[in-house]
């Protein structure tokens, strides 16, 4: 069946821009994760929802990125006033339920100028 | 969070078996021990996971020490393909994972 999905795939924009990446979850999965993933490391947990609400977001790294899952399906990370910082890989990831396997998608590559 | 420790790179060659060193020595009893590993531009792929017991799927198995402080990941036949990163993970009761920086298996023909 059809994996996690994420777009764009892609995305530039300029220092204190606005933007939204898109997670496509497994269907059917309850629990949607985010994690960021700088060059060099390993991905890092942002926060993870379960159904629609956010279960834990403790790892985001302050006010200006905020993500939704509304419909308990499809989730969207919003970042606010974009800075250079913040370009990096960001990956979504769906299980079926809490405590089980995490499955990734490709993620986003956002780069800010 | 509890840690884990791996080498930042091993090299194989092809057809060979490979195992991948894990130490994870604050470990509590409640974390599962993942591994994930991560080809070029993509998303990190779930390769297996365990409790206490040993396990082994159609990729890999998992060879967990007695005491849990340590694991290893086998590959049995080592694959050009194979060649990634390859991340070990305790799993918290969260469910969150905390990546470190995993290790850069490099598989010569």
């Known amino acids: 069946g059809a994996g996690v999905s994420q777009t764009p795939s892609n995305k530039v924009t300029e220092k204190g821009k606005y933007v939204e990446l898109r997670c496509d979850p497994i269907?059917?999965?309850?629990?949607l994760y985010w994690y960021r993933q700088s060059l060099g490391q390993g991905p890092e947990f942002l926060i993870y929802f379960q159904g629609t609400g956010a279960a834990d977001d403790s790892g985001l790294p302050n006010d200006r990125f905020f993500a939704v899952r509304p419909e308990g399906s499809v989730s969207t990370l919003k970042i606010q006033r974009t800075e250079r910082g913040d370009s990096a890989v960001y990956l979504c990831?769906?299980?079926?339920?809490?405590?089980?396997?995490?499955?990734f998608g490709p993620g986003t590559r956002l780069l800010v100028l | 969070d509890a840690k884990t420790t791996q080498p930042n790179s091993m090299e194989s060659n092809e057809e060979e078996p490979v195992h991948l060193p894990c130490n994870h020595s604050?470990?509590?009893?409640?974390?599962?021990i993942h591994w994930y590993r991560q080809l070029p531009s993509q998303g990190p792929e779930y390769v297996i996971h365990g409790l206490t017991s040993n396990v082994n799927n159609r990729m890999a198995s998992l060879a967990i020490a007695e005491d849990r402080k340590s694991s290893t990941l086998i590959l049995h036949r080592a694959t050009l393909r194979d060649a990634a990163v390859y991340y070990c993970?305790?799993?918290?009761?969260?469910?969150?994972?905390?990546f470190g920086e995993g290790t850069q298996l490099t598989v010569n023909p």
């Open positions: 990831a769906s299980s079926r339920d809490i405590g089980e396997t995490q499955y």
């Open positions: 604050t470990i509590s009893g409640t974390d599962y």
């Open positions: 993970i305790l799993r918290d009761v969260f469910s969150r994972l905390t």
């Open positions: 269907s059917g999965h309850t629990a």
